[in-house]
């Protein structure tokens, strides 16, 4: 197959933007990718848009979103589609994106996932994100995301013997992450004296599913990113010489029951597993190999699980790893630079291209002005995690010369 | 007990369907059996007919929590949801009325008619007290 390499990145800002137009929003990001890439003029390069989002024809009441993207970036006649795999859709239009490239289709493909969910309150956006449960047997009793994250949280916990501590750990590692990222929509630190260690810690940091607390969970964000591809072996590449290219060397994905209930194991994420296995597998790399990942802790307890699924710890040990400063920007195997869900916030259809967008700006090495650059960085993955682990993917992106 | 079925009464049930071809029970009713692929046909025309089986009675409770993070429409500030598995190996989701739930305790499961947060009635799970 063609190699791929990520030649343009944008990101806007992630946290409150319902005053604007969500295609607009998005088309932000696609000019910030454009200007990053170099191209100004030369837009018309773009051949195929792919656009992920998962709620739009929902909550914005907006449909035609990635024609509408095209028009609005004065890119026609690119190809345009839209993504729409709940909340791994990001990074199942990056795989698109690969696809596209690789197969020979096209050579330059522009790829750009947003979201605004601030436009309704917040109980109809976890209606919204709730919709892709199983509709008889799970969304009609009222059941939500965040319940299974709760009851995924207690099955760990009574398991392993992680602590509600432990849990406000994740926070405060990713709100310190989050709080140098000048895009995250959280970019204050918090301590764990104050979302846990002192008395009146309950006041701030209440229940919200349990044992799952307010700072367990990650924001409801608007945003948008979005990057630009191009095939290595292409003419096209010359358009692209103002940054370093990062190569997409894996992608991999998975899917699992619907239903949650189904699992053999409750707490065996096997698709996350699976699309990690396939991305090892095309790059050629394993878990030991990957310098920093950026991983979908919607709920705090997925840093863990995913960190352990994709083979990073043992089972019940990345808790420990926590605790050790392994997984700090510092340490050995960094974990949500960007500040993760958690703090950068989860935009559903962005998300995934947001988490891309990270290991290139750590692949290119720009995170060292915001302080928060993870050193000799070579090989970043990326685990997008779509409804409660039924649908999976896995991207690693790599230094050429790694 | 009142036969209610007598009357004409609908009586809350919740239903997990068998294969014909290999037995095995499923919940909720899948199109094609896991285990044999046998097809099923919601009409009952083309493929065997599936049998239904009530889910009720006795349980463990495998996960809970109680959940404040509720969809529009259902104007409650927490509901109980539990997950649980009954004796013949089927597992499903449901609300839980238990004043202290603990993981592994036995719980009756009992179908009830109730609304969504759409207000669209449907007969669903609740886990209580034996």
């Known amino acids: 197959m063609r190699n791929v390499s990520i030649v343009g990145i944008g990101h806007t800002v992630f946290g409150n933007l319902s005053d604007f137009d969500l295609v607009d929003v998005m088309a932000f990001a696609s000019g910030n990718a454009l200007d990053d890439a170099g191209i100004r003029e030369d837009r018309k390069i773009i051949e195929q848009v792919f656009v992920a989002n998962m709620g739009g024809g929902i909550i914005n009441h907006q449909t035609g979103i990635a024609s509408s993207l095209v028009s609005r970036m004065d890119m026609e006649p690119a190809m345009a589609e839209l993504v729409e795999n709940g909340p791994a859709s990001g990074a199942s239009a990056v795989k698109l994106g690969y696809m596209a490239i690789a197969s020979g289709m096209v050579d330059v493909v522009m790829v750009t996932g947003g979201e605004l969910m601030r436009s309704v309150t917040g109980w109809e956006g976890t209606d919204f994100v709730a919709s892709l449960l199983h509709p008889e047997a799970e969304y009609n009793y009222g059941l939500t995301l965040p319940a299974y994250g709760g009851m995924f949280t207690r099955i760990y916990m009574e398991r392993y013997g992680l602590t509600e501590r432990d849990l406000g750990l994740i926070a405060v590692k990713d709100h310190q992450n989050g709080a140098k990222n000048p895009f995250a929509h959280v970019r204050v630190p918090c301590t764990i004296e104050a979302i846990h260690d002192s008395e009146n810690a309950h006041v701030i940091n209440n229940y919200v599913a349990e044992p799952l607390r307010m700072y367990g969970m990650c924001p409801v964000s608007d945003g948008a990113a979005s990057l630009i591809l191009c095939a290595e072996d292409s003419p096209k590449m010359k358009y692209f010489t103002k940054q370093t290219p990062i190569r997409i060397t894996g992608i991999g994905s998975a899917t699992d029951t619907h239903c949650v209930h189904n699992r053999k194991d409750p707490l065996v994420l096997d698709a996350v597993r699976l699309a990690a296995e396939r991305a090892y597998a095309m790059a050629g790399l394993k878990a030991e190999d990957i310098s920093f990942a950026e991983l979908h802790d919607a709920f705090v307890i997925l840093e863990l699980a995913i960190s352990e699924e994709v083979g990073f710890f043992e089972r019940g040990k990345s808790a420990e790893a926590l605790r050790n400063g392994v997984t700090a920007i510092d340490g050995a195997k960094p974990i949500n630079t960007s500040g993760g869900l958690k703090s950068k916030g989860h935009p559903v259809g962005a998300t995934g291209v947001s988490q891309v967008f990270e290991l290139v700006k750590q692949l290119r090495g720009q995170a060292e002005k915001e302080g928060r650059q993870v050193k000799n960085a070579k090989h970043g993955m990326a685990v997008n995690f779509g409804g409660f682990g039924n649908n999976v993917v896995a991207v690693i992106c790599s230094r050429r010369d790694a | ?130």
């Open chain 2, 1 to 130: 007990m009142i036969d209610f079925s007598a009357y004409g009464v609908k009586t809350p049930e919740v239903k997990a369907v068998k294969c014909p071809s290999c037995g095995k029970l499923h919940y909720p009713a899948p199109m094609i059996c896991n285990k044999c692929g046998e097809r099923r046909d919601p009409s009952g025309v083309i493929f065997k007919h599936w049998e239904t089986v009530s889910l009720s009675g006795e349980c463990t409770l495998l996960a809970w929590t109680r959940v404040y993070a509720l969809p529009d429409g259902l104007d409650m500030q927490y509901l109980l949801f539990g997950i649980v598995e009954f004796p013949n190996g089927l597992r499903a989701s449901g609300r839980l009325e238990v004043d202290q739930p603990v993981t592994g305790m036995k719980v009756n499961a009992r179908a009830e008619t109730m609304d969504n947060s759409k207000g669209k009635e449907f007969d669903g799970l609740i886990f209580g007290d034996l």
